[in-house]
Nanobody
Framework: QVQLVESGGGLVQAGGSLRLSCAASGGTFSTYAMAWFRQVPGKNREFVAAIGRNGVSIYYADSVKGRFTISRDNAKNTVYLQMNSLKPEDTAIYYC?????????????????WGQGTQVSLSS
């Protein structure tokens, strides 16, 4: 059983940057593919970025490509999301997720473990 704890969210001005972190415990981190999703109240959870077990395979949603960077440090059991050039539409609760089986990077239903989420809010 893996526990995921996100941190790093907050209120930032449009055009600014934030770095989210997701610390994992209770499992072998390097055996999990990891992803970030986000959700706005009343809307479906949306794929943001995903990274494979060895950090080589990386996927981004078109809406964040070129602005966000996902990375992982298997020695620290942590996955990161560097968010630059933030826009008001990036406002959401950001969730970290872990996949232990066959991996479909953008499919939230294929992720087995989820964090509690961290709020990212943009002021224009």
């Amino acid at each position: 059983q893996v526990q995921l704890v996100e941190s790093g969210g907050g209120l930032v001005q449009a055009g600014g940057s934030l770095r989210l972190s997701c610390a994992a415990s209770g499992g072998t981190f390097s055996t999990y593919a990891m992803a970030w999703f986000r959700q706005v109240p009343g809307k479906n959870r949306e794929f943001v970025a995903a990274i494979g077990r060895n950090g080589v395979s990386i996927y981004y949603a078109d809406s964040v490509k070129g602005r966000f960077t996902i990375s992982r440090d298997n020695a620290k059991n942590t996955v990161y999301l560097q968010m630059n050039s933030l826009k008001p539409e990036d406002t959401a609760i950001y969730y970290c997720a872990a996949n232990s089986g066959p991996w479909y990077p953008t499919d939230s239903f294929k992720y087995d473990y989820w964090g509690q989420g961290t709020q990212v809010s943009l002021s224009s």
